[in-house]
């Protein structure tokens, strides 16, 4: 018994004195509790780790399931950013009206000398329409000159 209460003391960080009248300690009974305690422990432990365990594979399961809900979004981002880096290299070959070695402005280029023809044809009917009715009107003027006695002497 007086080594129970040496072990006892020692636990409790106090120094154990046979002199000392002290009540009596059942030393089963606090062994058996040191014995439940420590099976307690090793249960406790076991939990702490399969809970840990546990946890990091829910975690995983948490993340990888995360990416499975996002893969759409990620996908459309992707496609968002190719296109607009397709439409910056459509755009710069095409270029633009103003830039005559541009798609769009060897087109404008193009277009303007197939115009060409037609604006000629036009030009050159109002050329013709200008020139009758100036022959038109010279004629007139001759002939009112020719028979006003007045106008032929001016």
């Not at 040191?34 to 939990?47: F, H, N, R, V």
């Not at 087109?107 to 329409?129: C, M």
Request: a neutral charge; charged letters at 30%.
């Amino acid at each position: 018994m007086n080594q129970c209460l040496a072990e006892l003391c020692t636990a409790l960080g106090r120094q154990f004195s046979p002199q000392e009248t002290r009540p009596t300690v059942n030393c089963n009974v606090l062994t058996e509790h040191q014995q439940t305690l420590a099976s307690s422990d090793d249960t406790i432990t076991k939990s702490v780790e399969s809970a840990a365990t546990t946890e990091t594979a829910l975690v995983a399961e948490q993340k990888r399931l995360s990416e499975k809900l996002n893969e759409p979004q990620q996908k459309y981002q992707t496609y968002k950013q190719a296109l607009k880096e397709w439409q910056t290299a459509l755009e710069a070959i095409e270029g633009s009206e103003t830039e005559p070695e541009s798609l769009k402005g060897l087109q404008l280029r193009v277009a303007q000398i197939n115009e060409l023809p037609t604006k000629l044809a036009h030009h050159t009917r109002n050329i013709r329409q200008e020139d009758r009715r100036a022959n038109f009107l010279s004629v007139r003027l001759d002939r009112r000159r020719e028979y006003r006695p007045d106008a032929k002497s001016a």
